[in-house]
């Protein structure tokens, strides 16, 4: 079964909306081994969806489509559908009875506008949308599916995780397997790893090996395709002990799994309690950590230090400290870890400080300069990266480097690159 | 001139990777008059790369991909560049100068991968990379306009930014203008904006108005065209005082403008200082507070009192209360605003305590109730609000709540819907 995504919506085209769909999609598609063939996106216009419907219709087994159901004169994909399958929309009484409940339980007003959105093509069967207003359409014809979803994408998962995927499963079947393995590493390089994992055909055989690098570390997909799935998993499962012996200390998970999981879990397993006083990332930490549901258990208290006051008042950093070192110094980093843990009765405190720019540098402390500390009851240290000159990319570094480094704590493996 | 975006890589399709590239191109061309008409991706497969480039060539005048110039065997954009043109990789001795340096920098080792990305093809000017490695390529064939980016956010944005777009101002002049606006509107669902502005032929006349929301609010986009830029102005300008008069107390921003930057200015103006006690957001609040560079001026501290004994012992919330309402309730939030506002010292404190969800509701509170708490030297007093049952989601509406709520204060706007 080949897919073809269409995502509707000028503001796709005109870059104002960042399309998150396609990659939620994509990636559900091929957890049931359907290939995506193409991924496009049409601006709100009839005449531009209804040609791309019929490309997409003579190339593709299963077409799904998001964007263009809201309730305002834009938004357009209801009435090409009818169009391009030549029916008509009909009133769907379980849908308005949704709509009613949903403004119902958040107080809201139903609006005629609201109730026109229970109209779907009479082909079609309706996908009710338990997070928002618009239902989404499933439609079969000449052996081929073409899915209708919303665009706001909590709407869109939560109708592709209780409908689409599960009615895909019943459908597809396919002879070829496909199993694919994501490992997150972080704290090497793209090209560091590429070297030190040294002869690829040995390690892969007929296996594929794919680089996924980003701020927060350089992710590997390796794919397997065979016959049976058994073979496939046992393939990956071979392929991963080899990867892991070469690279395994920077690898922390295995799939989609994030950092600040893969700490969750471990915390939570050890019954250990983390608290964190953040200077340069301002808060970006601890917001990654409460993140995970959960995380209360773990998580005790987090310190925003951004004046120096804050640093000595809360975290108790010496005034001396800040006079001879300044804020941005090793001394400090570590004053603060150790003071959030004092403070806190956690058992381990971490801590950043740095300069995040595009501002703040002197002559002795460059834009990217952070120091990051940890502390628990037997050792207390900071250690000192240089990032780069963006701000944002420097606060997502600088927070993966922190909980990379509590995990290589945790785990006692050498905190060294 | 009309413009076609390829974007390359299997991650795109599997979804593994979001692609945030082509937002960032097609509003960089859209601000200099350029339409995109086709936004792809393809995989890395030299096959498909190639027939896409065809397709691209036949239908557009500008032609920008991204992805697959990275250091490794999957990175196949280069061989079919030179494929596609009938040419051949050459070495530039400036770009390798600035891959040594790029090195050198961060104190790493330069290895022959490395060195290989210095290679480009023979008919194309390189763009340089002040942010990686992968240098781009600029090509100019049979009047159309070839550009080759990497896929690294980061990167590529640079690269538009100082050599793309400044390129391409020289070489387009059309007749017909088109200008945009936007205004970002938060507080106020989609339909009952729409039903707030009421005629939109009134207000528009012959231009047009897309609604864009997300979980900050809803984007208002109004598009004037023309045959002089300073009509499409007059027009824009207009049309905004129209709009601003039925809904403007829900407008915070013009522009991609975000309500912390917004925050910022109003703050930097008045000389006022704040200090933010979250709970349930978990430090999300002073994150995207901190996320603008010069925000330690009007920023003063941040506590993520996630246990309660955090949030007495810092913030002096009393017992007593936490004891007889909960930490989640309207009075804890009230303590919590004026306890940070007080050990601060800030002009201003704000607060958040809620459920955001999956677990955590009692038979009394619900997942999605939050109450936001406001504290100046005149007033202080906490709101409830119930959102839905999505933790990432909530977190994100609560705080985009805490900061209108602020602003609202800030320039006393009656705080209700």
């Known amino acids: 079964m080949k897919a073809y995504l269409i995502s509707i919506g000028d503001e796709l085209l005109l870059g104002q909306t960042v399309n998150t769909n396609v990659a939620f999609i994509g ?59 030549n029916t008509e929309l009909v009133l769907d009484e379980k ?39 618009a ?9 081929k599916i073409f899915v209708v ?23 597809n079947t396919s002879l070829i397997k496909t199993q694919r393995l994501i490992l997150q590493t972080t704290g090497i390089a793209e090209s560091m790893l590429f070297d030190k994992l040294g002869n690829l055909d040995e390690i ?6 794919a680089f996924l690098p980003n701020q927060y570390g350089v992710k590997l997909r390796i794919t397997a395709q065979s016959e049976s799935e058994s073979e496939c998993a046992n393939k990956l499962f071979e392929i991963e002990q080899k990867i892991r012996a070469k ?19 471990i915390l939570t397993e050890r019954n250990l309690r983390i608290a964190v006083a953040e200077s340069c990332t301002g808060g970006f930490i601890t917001s990654r950590i409460t993140d ?20 000595v008042e809360i975290l108790k950093v010496s005034e001396d400290t800040l006079q001879k070192f300044g804020a941005v110094s090793q001394e400090v980093a570590m004053q603060m870890a150790e003071g959030v843990r004092a403070i806190s009765g956690a058992d381990i405190g971490i801590s950043t400080t740095g300069i995040l720019g595009p501002t703040g540098a002197t002559f002795y402390k460059s834009v990217g300069l952070v120091y990051i500390g940890y502390c628990d009851e037997k050792i207390c240290y900071a250690k000192k990266f240089l990032f780069g000159n963006d701000r944002i990319i420097n606060k997502q570094r600088a927070s993966q480097a922190a909980l990379e480094m509590l995990r290589r704590n945790l785990l006692r493996i050498p905190d060294e690159d």
Not at 100 to 129: H, M, V
Not at 135 to 143: L, Y
Not at 149 to 171: C, D, F, Q, S, T
Request: glycine content about 8%.
């Open 247 to 265: 690279v395994g200390r920077f690898i922390y998970a295995r799939g989609e799994e994030l950092l600040e999981e893969t700490i969750g879990k």
């Open 149 to 171: 979803l919303p665009g706001v994408p909590a709407e869109m998962r939560e109708m592709m995780r209780n409908y689409v995927i599960p009615e895909l499963k019943i459908r």
């Open 135 to 143: 239902p989404g359409f499933w439609i079969e014809k000449d052996g």
């Open 204 to 209: 892969l055989g007929n296996a594929k090996l």
């Open 292 to 311: 995970i549901s959960g995380s209360s258990n773990y998580f005790e208290r987090g310190v925003v230090a951004y004046s120096n006051a804050a640093k």
């Open 95 to 133: 849908i308005l009875e949704d709509i009613k409940q949903f403004f119902e339980s958040r107080g809201r007003e139903l609006t005629d506008l609201n109730r026109q959105q229970a109209l779907i093509p009479k082909i079609s069967t309706p996908i009710r949308n338990s997070k928002g207003t």
């Open 27 to 85: 990636s559900a598609l091929a957890d049931i081994n359907i290939e995506v063939i193409k991924s496009n996106v049409v601006g709100d216009n009839s005449i531009s969806i209804i040609n791309e419907f019929k490309l997409a219709f003579e190339n593709a087994d299963l077409i799904i489509t998001t964007g263009g159901l809201g309730p305002t004169h834009d938004d357009v994909t209801s009435s090409c559908v009818t169009e391009f399958f």
